[in-house]
């Protein structure tokens, strides 16, 4: 680590207040030439993927979340149709929404937002409600789980008669959203009031949920389109529908994207933070993974943007094969929370245990608007902030483990919609260095099918019971499954009132009756 290092490896873009500092990462001029011709296959991918190329071999689609933020570069009149009249649709109803044009099934404005959504259809609305809603004009809330207690202490912190509903599911066809929407219209229609006059649906156009929004009435639907996956949606009608209700500045977001997109596209190598940022990445990991990321950033209402990363990162990198069908299982896992306060947590071990991870710290210059009281003599708490960062990086690079900064001025709907542009792009770029599809996400598929799968066996063990006790092996061989499978479903039943559990020596001996 030296000053030397510090001003070299920096990529600062002064104009944007930003600027990634990788010097205590290591990357030696002689590993970014050893990637030479794969850095050039990352920009030709670059390329190709934003000229509207088909990105997601495995489902023949495009892949154009970098077209939002600048329409001008779908490939088509037809894409960027698709893309600016949502958006300006979108802006006209959170207006009609404000203004009153738009009103509660009883005739009043709306107030609060409960948002239905999972995985991308909830992780980016809900990073940018924490990070930069603050002052929002509508109070948001969101089921983002088939778990009925969550769900019903939520409906408990809500006034429904001034709630508008936003359902939001690309495919339009995900469970835990549509048991979370069918739960919520059970719940308004007992309060008395008409569900489709309060709901809103952001969805794939001809999807189950748009059918269902047509049906019911639903107040607007929104359209995503297919060539926008779930984990890089935010900046389309995923989440700019919910921010522009909550009455954000969108355009800013959008050009904070647009300008960290411009500048990323760069073919200047030193100068282009994603790619510094996915060499990097490389470097740490060995390309294979083997160091986790750990995402630290110094402000409290950036908290979010670790679990947003874990999907952004892990969905897009974590693969079985690679484009040639090796196996190869990729990933990058990535975990954390917030600084200073994780010190007080794990960070014990980033500096002394297991060095399988390298970290990545976000640094917001500002630490208030307005004058901060000394807290002890000479020093405010913002000083303190910057103190516990500072120290923290050095006390980990001390014991040989790495780090990288990246820095903004403050959390503005700008500076957001920069980072999320970045890390969008580092991702792509990464992907290439390492051969993999990006866009597709195979393996989620398998737990949805085994649940399915759980659900119908649930379906026949609950047919057979009866008020005559039995056990899990009688009822498995009745229903010909298997009896652990078996066991489980009679041990929910029992405990969700469905029936009489009596507690034998083992599973294999506990009993069950109506
Ligand atoms: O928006 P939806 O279609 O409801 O999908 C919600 C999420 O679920 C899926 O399982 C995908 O793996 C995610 O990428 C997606 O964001």
Redesign the pocket.
């Known amino acids: 680590m030296s000053w030397k290092e510090y001003n070299e490896s920096l990529v600062r873009y002064d104009d944007l207040g930003f600027s990634l500092d990788l010097s205590l990462m290591d990357v030696t001029a002689d590993y970014k030439a050893g990637l030479g011709d794969k850095i050039t296959k990352v920009f030709d991918d670059m390329v190709a993927l934003e000229g509207g190329a088909i990105a997601n071999p495995d489902e023949a689609r495009m892949v154009g979340h970098y077209w939002l933020r600048n329409p001008e570069l779908a490939p088509t009149g037809e894409l960027k149709a698709a893309i600016t009249q949502p958006l300006k649709d979108l802006k006209e109803f959170a207006e009609h929404v404000h203004t009153g044009r738009v009103v509660t099934f009883e005739g009043k404005i709306f107030k609060e937002l409960l948002l239905i959504?999972?995985?991308?259809?909830a992780l980016g609305p809900q990073l940018v409600s924490q990070a930069i809603g603050k002052d929002a004009k509508m109070k948001i809330t969101f089921f983002d789980n088939t778990d009925p207690q969550g769900m019903d202490d939520t409906l408990a912190t809500l006034n429904m008669a001034e709630t508008l509903v936003l359902i939001?599911?690309?495919?339009?066809?995900?469970p835990e959203?549509r048991n979370g929407m069918l739960e919520a219209k059970a719940a308004f229609e007992k309060a008395g009031i008409d569900f489709g006059k309060h709901a809103v649906a952001v969805t794939g156009v001809g999807s189950k949920l748009d059918r269902f929004a047509e049906e019911h009435g639903f107040i607007a639907r929104f359209p995503m389109d297919d060539w926008i996956?779930?984990?890089t949606?935010v900046l389309s009608t995923?989440g700019l529908v919910p921010a522009a209700l909550q009455g954000l500045d969108i355009d800013a977001l959008l050009a904070g994207a647009a300008a960290m997109d411009e500048k990323t596209r760069s073919r200047e190598a030193d100068d282009n933070a994603a790619l510094q940022l996915a060499i990097a990445w490389h470097k740490a990991t060995n390309g294979r993974g083997e160091k986790d990321m750990v995402i630290l950033p110094y402000k409290d209402s950036l908290v979010l943007f670790s679990k947003y990363l874990q999907?952004l990162v892990m969905?897009s990198l974590g693969k079985e094969k690679d484009l040639d069908g090796n196996v190869v299982n990729q990933g990058i896992a990535v975990y954390g929370n917030k600084g200073s306060t994780d010190q007080h947590a794990y960070v014990q071990q980033l500096r002394d245990g297991v060095n399988n991870f390298f970290a990545t710290f976000i640094e917001v210059r500002r630490g208030r608007e307005g004058k901060s009281i000394e807290v002890d003599p000479g020093n405010t708490s913002a000083d303190y902030l910057q103190g516990f960062m500072r120290g923290t990086r050095g006390a980990l690079y001390e014991n040989g483990r790495k780090s990288l900064t990246i820095s903004i001025y403050e959390v503005t709907p700008f500076s957001l919609g920069m980072l999320i542009a970045l890390f969008e792009r580092t991702v792509s770029f990464y992907a290439t260095l390492v051969n993999i599809n990006a866009y597709h996400?195979p393996g989620?598929e398998a737990g949805?099918a085994a649940a399915a799968t759980f659900l119908n066996l649930l379906g026949r063990v609950r047919g057979r019971l009866v008020s005559e006790a039995k056990n899990a092996d009688e009822v498995a061989f009745e229903v010909d499954g298997d009896p652990e499978a078996v066991y489980h479903c009679l041990v929910h039943l029992a405990n969700n009132g469905e029936a009489q559990m009596s507690m034998g020596k083992s599973p294999a001996e506990d009993l069950f009756q109506l």
Request: glycine share 30%; net charge positive.
């Open positions: 959504g999972i995985g991308g259809s939001i599911s690309k495919s339009g066809g995900t959203t996956g779930g984990r949606s995923v999907q969905e996400q989620v949805k």
